[in-house]
């Protein structure tokens, strides 16, 4: 069968306004009337809640280098069917600059998919000069299908000529011009310390996504858009429908508390559907106004976000720490990375220098920094079991964090007769994957797309539990 419409929204660096602007793609797209498949390139949390909030459909990470490409091909042809009796389209938004991180940018991904790219580049305070940036990027990959090209922050319609005239005169190249976009400072996504405003947070008001998509109305060429979607190749995609399928479930459903509020919101949407695969049933709970734990939960799913913005709270609801002390100290599977690791920690320090209690599963002090303490991709060996699977098991994720733990594990003592130890060796040369009892918690956030087994033994493990002892 013949490719689904699809675009790759890239950008020649990092703030040349790709999101604001694959955001009033996928809104104009969606006034008319065509289905958006939403994705992200990359291992980002905050860009598909965005898509999110704007088409109605969840956002899926597509990484090559975290998850392989096999199971990226896969995640994409499940997740960008055909739309009977409808028109859909997939838009997938870059990351960084389009060549920037190897097997992990969005070249890459464009290329493993045959996506076309649409390039944005930010043509503020230059002119005729943008055609030698548009020229270095359509020549740089002859392998890579640069289908056309918008100018973002366009100054006027004589900036506009300028560059313009520039780009079409380039030789040998027959580059589209989809739009010059104006500098538009009225719409603008907040920010914090780990990037824009989630979704969820509704950053963007309806007046200003409406004044967004009449912009990309009036400034883009949305039907050529959609004429550049529709180049890709015939693709197999009888080898790929079920990669994405980890094993199947044997017994009753297993039922697992999820972590997600305001505080713990950072989950990859494939991992989530892996582990209803294994026969999870996934439990919405919220740290910050639950007084309990939900009824008869079998394991707990800790996930990333920002418990430092919300640490009075959390804090206050003394209830839910000690259920969820109580559910690890009797050994029922708890699974936590980064926001929710810092969760089970002793305590938690914020940036005016206030610390709060948190769970104290672990015995770590955590503190908030002005400065990154982690960041990269991470490829794990488990040097031990866990509910992962067995001693050198390897998985694979990514690190993004301002906080650190103020204690090594060798000079803090434990309040229990066990202490924690650490299960994972990671190729950086650190170790991580704190265990304690049945609880195993990361800085680093994995996605699974490479080890579709790990999430099914976690289910297993969580099956294990005895509902009397939880409930």
């Known amino acids: 069968m013949s490719g689904a419409p699809a675009l790759l929204i890239a950008g020649t660096h990092s703030g040349c306004g790709k999101t604001t602007l694959t955001l009033g793609i996928m809104a104009a797209l969606k006034r008319r009337n065509i289905v958006v498949r939403p994705f992200k390139c990359g291992p980002d949390f905050i860009d598909p809640s965005l898509h999110e909030m704007v088409t109605g459909q969840i956002s899926r990470n597509l990484d090559v280098r975290m998850c392989g490409e096999d199971f990226v091909r896969a995640s994409f042809v499940r997740h960008n069917p055909p739309a009977p009796g409808q028109t859909s389209c997939a838009v997938v938004e870059g ?6 991180g190897g097997e992990g940018s969005a070249a890459h991904l464009a290329k493993t ?44 319609s004589r900036h506009a000529e300028l560059v313009g005239t520039a780009i079409r005169s380039i030789r040998q190249l027959d580059i589209p011009l989809v739009g010059f976009f104006p500098r538009e400072e009225t719409i603008s996504i907040p920010s914090r310390h780990l990037g824009l405003h989630m979704g969820k947070e509704t950053p963007l008001t309806d007046a200003a996504l409406g004044n967004l998509t009449q912009l990309v109305e009036k400034h883009l060429d949305v039907p050529l858009l959609l004429q550049l979607a529709t180049r890709r190749s015939r693709i197999d995609t009888s080898q790929t429908s079920n990669m994405t399928n980890c094993m199947p479930a044997a017994g009753p459903p297993v039922r697992i508390g999820l972590a997600r509020d305001a505080a713990f919101s950072f989950y990859y949407a494939d991992n989530l559907d892996l582990l209803r695969q ?5 439990v919405p709970f919220s740290p910050l106004t639950d007084s309990s734990l939900p009824d008869k939960v079998q394991g707990l799913y800790l996930g990333g976000g920002y418990p430092e913005l919300h640490a009075e709270q959390l804090a206050n609801n003394t209830t839910m720490r000690a259920a969820i002390r109580r559910f690890s100290e009797t050994g029922g599977p708890v699974y936590a990375e980064c926001g929710g690791f810092m969760y089970l920690c002793s305590s938690l320090r914020d940036l005016s220098g206030a610390t709060q209690p948190m769970c104290a599963v672990f015995p770590f002090a955590c503190a908030m920094h002005t400065t990154l303490k982690g960041l990269g991709y991470r490829h794990l060996h488990q040097n031990r079991t866990t509910f992962f699977g067995p001693a050198h098991t390897t998985l694979a994720g990514h ?10 594990l060798q000079n803090t003592p434990h309040h229990g007769q066990k202490s924690p130890v650490c299960a994972w060796q990671v190729d950086n040369g650190e ?32 099956r294990f539990v005895s509902l009397a002892d939880n409930h």
């Open 95 to 100: 990351v960084m600059g389009l060549f920037d």
């Open 113 to 156: 998919l045959d996506i076309p790219v649409i390039l944005v580049v930010d043509v503020r305070s230059a002119a005729e000069s943008v055609a030698a940036v548009v020229h270095g990027f359509a020549t740089l990959d002859p392998g890579l299908q640069l289908a056309g090209v918008i100018c973002n922050r366009v100054g006027s």
């Open 278 to 282: 294994a026969g999870a049933e996934l």
């Open 399 to 408: 690190e993004f964090h301002y906080s650190s733990l103020l204690h090594s």
């Open 431 to 462: 170790q991580e994957g704190y265990l304690y009892h049945n609880t195993l918690a990361s800085y680093i956030h994995l996605h699974w797309g490479r080890s579709p087994q790990a999430p099914a033994a976690f289910v297993q493990a969580c």
